[in-house]
């Protein structure tokens, strides 16, 4: 199996930013698309950004476009997610995904996913 790690999380005023990062050992995140998805206390686990295997195909859901970012760099095995003009609602857990073979550009759906990290805290105050 292969173990995402998130880390990055923490606290931030309303306007500010965090750069999350997801790392794993063992095999290559190389050739699978690669998701961050977010939960909040009492809320369904929701899609935040996906990204091809190339890096070329990037989704995001509509209340971060403009202020996330995701990229990754495969010969680190790392995806990253910067959030920038964070605002209180995008306070969650974040987790980061690791798609299954044949969904290559990346997906909104949960399902679509093989590997899940532990999840990072992020808190944004008002």
């Known amino acids: 199996q292969m173990q995402p790690v998130e880390s990055g999380g923490g606290l931030v005023q309303a306007g500010g930013s965090l750069r999350l990062s997801c790392a794993a050992s063992?095999?290559?995140?190389?050739?699978?698309?690669m998701g961050w998805f977010r939960q909040a206390p009492g809320k369904e686990r929701e899609f935040v950004a996906s990204?091809?295997?190339?890096?070329?195909?990037?989704r995001y859901v509509d209340s971060v476009r403009g202020r996330f970012t995701i990229s990754r760099d495969n010969a680190k095995n790392t995806v990253y997610l910067q959030m920038n003009s964070l605002k209180p609602e995008d306070t969650a857990v974040y987790y980061c995904?690791?798609?299954?073979?044949?969904?290559?550009?990346?997906?909104?759906?949960?399902?679509?996913?093989?590997?899940w990290g532990q999840g990072t805290q992020v808190t944004v105050s008002s």
């Open positions: 995904a690791v798609g299954k073979t044949g969904y290559s550009a990346g997906s909104y759906y949960p399902s679509n996913y093989d590997y």
């Open positions: 063992g095999r290559t995140f190389s050739g699978l698309a």
């Open positions: 990204i091809g295997w190339s890096g070329g195909r990037v």
